[in-house]
């Protein structure tokens, strides 16, 4: 049919959410405390001079790679966990995979069992992000109706909530307490190349499990009976996407706290392009994420949290569910009669 | 049985499954044979889509199903996926793709991970699609199609594999008498095109009119693997369905209408 057109028309979308990734990237350089021209900002990225390159090169360029790199993942993990269960309306932080995470890596920094750069954190994030996302891929089961996905994703958020919940509770000091809380919102701010490289290799690995099994979630529109017949191992796939999206999901909130609703919305955002292939959605999305992401990142340095404390910044995560949970609602009104019909 | 039947490609031996611990299929024996379109029929919970699920290697099952001389449990799924085609009931579209898209996941057992679509896979498609008669909406959202759209589009998709075997569980449900004749048509074209076609069909006159063969389920067990008029016999349908039925000759082709229940 006309698939060479397609092929070309998706190229040329790819191309341009990179080139809006990079320009957003380059503002995120410029965005901060010190105001730099984008002059400024490139020379003290390329040259590493003066005051300006250990701004740009050691405070700026690590929080700006870990927005793109977080939400390409978030992205990512929406548009295949979409795939996976057939449904518009799955993303890891309605399943509670990134409270879940928070608890894993949360718990390990309230009690000093390791420092926030050590591999132990994103470990533990990715431990609670397995749990969560694999149980509710147990549950959810063959049919994967809307309803019961949902409710155990309810659950599973819920149950993880708690668990944090539990862990400010039985924090050892006042501090710790706030410590935690302030890291659970989701940020950013100084985070530095030994964040970076902690996680770094989880999302490569969450990208390759996620991205190989493209073409299975387009066979999986048919339902799991017709894309088995197919050749579609559906253990084996299950089994890869559950375990990429608790890789990327658990490292990305061990870095940045819990950061919700980049793997809902970008997904839905690039299907106006793409269309509902849910191969076609994965590379778009995953960009779209870095991109909602990034520019995220660059509202909250813009937006003054408290104008006689420059300093302090809004909470990523806060500014994510405040754009997401609207958004979400609004699909869920769309959606409506959708998610009544499989009610029944 | 149709002068023109050849060997048996698919071959099942002593087939049996428990769903749960509970019998469903019990040592079920048949032979699906190229050019021969065979219909199998049932009351409701006999373990017909068990038995048509089982053969599609998508449940574990006792006994022995071989598929052009291979063991169908031995086979890696995309091998067995390029052999056996199989149409599940009810034509589900999770996504709204395009009908030609959808038509061109039937080539997916063919596909390496990273190959491209060949040329054989478009001249697949496109034969699919023109078979069905589906071509004229191949832009169109699948979830945008009526009901007999659908069923067509669902049957491309599966014809699109070009597996010798193909596997259709109630392909005419909830269809109109026009579509399930066209749906019905299409099945034994594609048997007399040199496949092997199994069919859950509940309709009895359609099964008559249209199928080479006929088994009847009954309970878990195979009651009977005969020609149509043997096979629905109006004693038989009487035992296995508990209805009477009227034989009506029909252009030199006798088919079973339910009339009354017993």
């Known amino acids: ?344 | 049985m149709s002068a023109t039947a050849g060997n048996a490609i698919l071959q099942a031996t002593g087939v049996s499954v428990r769903l749960g611990g509970r019998p469903i299929v019990s040592d079920a024996c048949l032979a699906l044979r190229v050019n021969e379109l065979t219909a199998l029929v049932g009351p409701n919970g006999a373990g017909k889509t068990t038995l048509v699920r089982a053969l599609a290697g998508l449940l574990p099952s006792e006994g022995r199903i071989v598929i052009g001389g291979r063991d169908l449990a031995s086979l890696p799924p995309r091998e067995r996926a390029q052999r056996i085609a199989y149409l599940p009931q009810g034509n589900v579209f999770h996504w709204p793709l395009p009908v030609a898209d959808v038509v061109a996941l039937g080539r997916h057992p063919h596909a390496d991970p990273f190959s491209r679509v060949s040329g054989d896979d478009r001249a697949a498609v496109a034969r699919a699609l023109a078979l069905t008669g589906t071509e004229g909406f191949a832009d169109r959202p699948v979830t945008t199609l009526s009901g007999g759209e659908r069923a067509r589009v669902a049957l491309a998709r599966a014809l699109a594999t070009q597996a010798p075997v193909l596997l259709a569980d109630e392909p005419t449900v909830s269809l109109d008498p026009r579509h399930q004749l066209v749906v019905m048509g299409l099945l034994r074209d594609a048997a007399r095109a040199g496949g092997a076609v199994f069919a859950v069909v509940h309709d009895l006159t359609l099964a008559a009119r249209f199928a080479d063969r006929v088994v009847v389920m009954d309970q878990g067990r195979i009651v009977a693997d005969a020609t149509p008029a043997e096979a629905l016999s109006t004693e038989r349908i009487a035992a296995v369905f508990g209805v009477e039925t009227m034989a009506v000759s029909i252009g030199g082709v006798s088919v079973p209408v339910a009339w009354r229940e017993i």
């Open chain 1, 1 to 344: 049919m006309n698939s060479n057109a397609r092929t070309g028309s998706d190229l040329r979308l790819v191309a341009a959410l990179a080139a809006i990734v990079v320009a957003l990237a380059v503002v995120s350089l410029m965005s901060g405390a010190a105001n730099l021209t984008p002059r400024q900002a490139l020379a003290g990225l390329f040259n590493g001079q003066g005051a300006e390159g250990i701004i740009v090169r050691e405070i700026r360029l690590p929080r700006t790679l870990l927005a793109v790199l977080i939400g390409a993942t978030f992205g990512l993990a929406g548009a295949a966990l979409q795939g996976l269960l057939r449904n518009p309306l799955a993303e890891p932080a309605l399943f509670g995979a990134p409270q879940a995470a928070s608890v894993g890596a949360a718990g390990m920094i309230a009690y000093g069992l390791a420092g926030a750069t050590s591999f132990a954190v994103p470990l533990a994030g990715i431990a609670g992000a397995l749990l969560s996302v694999g149980g509710l891929v147990a549950i959810a089961g063959r049919r994967a109706s809307l309803t019961v996905t949902l409710l155990a994703g309810l659950a599973f958020a819920s149950f993880a909530g708690a668990g944090t919940a539990l862990i400010l509770n039985l924090a050892p000091t006042p501090y710790a307490a706030l410590e935690i809380a302030f890291w659970l919102l989701g940020s950013l701010e100084d985070r530095s190349f030994d964040h970076l490289m902690i996680a770094v290799p989880f999302f490569i690995a969450s990208w390759i499990l996620l991205g190989l099994n493209a073409r299975s979630y387009r066979a999986l529109t048919l339902g799991e009976d017709a894309a088995a017949s197919l050749g579609v191992d559906l253990n084996r796939i299950r089994m890869m996407v559950v375990i990429g999206v608790a890789l990327g999901v658990g490292a990305a909130v061990a870095v940045a706290g819990s950061i919700g609703f980049i793997g809902l919305v970008a997904p839905h955002l690039v299907r106006r392009w793409v269309g509902s292939d849910p191969a076609r959605v994965c590379l778009p999305a995953a960009l779209m994420g870095a991109a909602l992401l990034t520019a995220a990142d660059i509202a909250v340095r813009l937006i003054p949290a408290n104008p006689n404390a420059t300093s302090i910044e809004l909470k990523l995560g806060v500014v994510t569910a405040l754009i997401g949970v609207p958004f979400f609602l609004a699909m869920i009104f769309r959606e409506r009669r959708l998610l009544e019909g499989s009610a029944s």
